[in-house]
């Protein structure tokens, strides 16, 4: 049986016809609510799915918060370990063997130890770059060298060391890169 489409004369009719048998009507009224009921069925659906989707957003970014929270300030911390590790590399070899030297060397690269070890407690490690190809999302190129002895685009100076916070860049490596020589 098809239904036809409904017109003000149809409906009319079936007005009339309600009136004169109610089991019409009775139909009518389960026919509207049974459609109210589903419509309440869906929207509650579509609430519960949003209120999960908030959630999981709401638990992401906590989650985020907590693992980058530290990106600041280590991105600021990372100048003084730059600094302690030129300050030990400029310490001539004459004076590592002065005992005069020797308890303010082995405190300064006690210092570097201790940071190196806060650096790896709060997931921050150091980006290998020499001998690496370039990677532009974790090296940063600032000159080319010409090299016979690497393959173009490999990298042959670390000028600063980068760095990686968890599965983040935190700073990029300043790194030189190889070319074919002139």
């Known amino acids: 049986m098809t239904e036809e489409p409904k017109t003000e004369a149809t409906e009319d009719l079936r007005q009339e016809t309600a009136e004169a048998a109610p089991e019409v009507a009775e139909q009518d009224r389960v026919a509207a609510l049974e459609a109210e009921?589903?419509?309440?069925?869906?929207?509650?659906?579509?609430?519960?799915?949003?209120a999960q989707n908030l959630l999981r957003r709401a638990q992401k970014e906590a989650e985020d918060a907590r693992n980058y929270a530290a990106t600041g300030f280590a991105?600021?911390?990372?100048?003084?370990?730059?600094?302690?590790?030129?300050?030990?590399?400029?310490i001539p070899e004459e004076l590592r063997e002065d005992d005069k030297m020797k308890g303010l060397i082995?405190?300064?690269?006690?210092?570097?130890?201790?940071?190196?070890?806060?650096?790896?407690?709060?997931?921050?490690?150091?980006?290998?770059?020499?001998?690496?190809?370039?990677?532009p999302n974790r090296h940063q190129a600032m000159m080319e060298m010409p090299s016979a002895d690497a393959e173009p685009g490999t990298i042959v100076q670390e000028i600063q060391s980068g760095y990686m916070i968890r599965d983040r860049l935190l700073r990029p490596a300043l790194v030189g890169v190889a070319k074919k020589p002139d």
């Open 75 to 90: 991105r600021d911390i990372l100048s003084v370990a730059d600094n302690l590790g030129r300050a030990l590399a400029a």
């Open 106 to 135: 082995i405190g300064l690269e006690a210092t570097g130890r201790e940071l190196d070890s806060v650096f790896a407690r709060h997931g921050i490690s150091k980006i290998s770059a020499l001998g690496e190809a370039l990677d």
């Open 37 to 50: 009921l589903a419509e309440a069925k869906s929207a509650t659906l579509y609430a519960r799915a949003e």
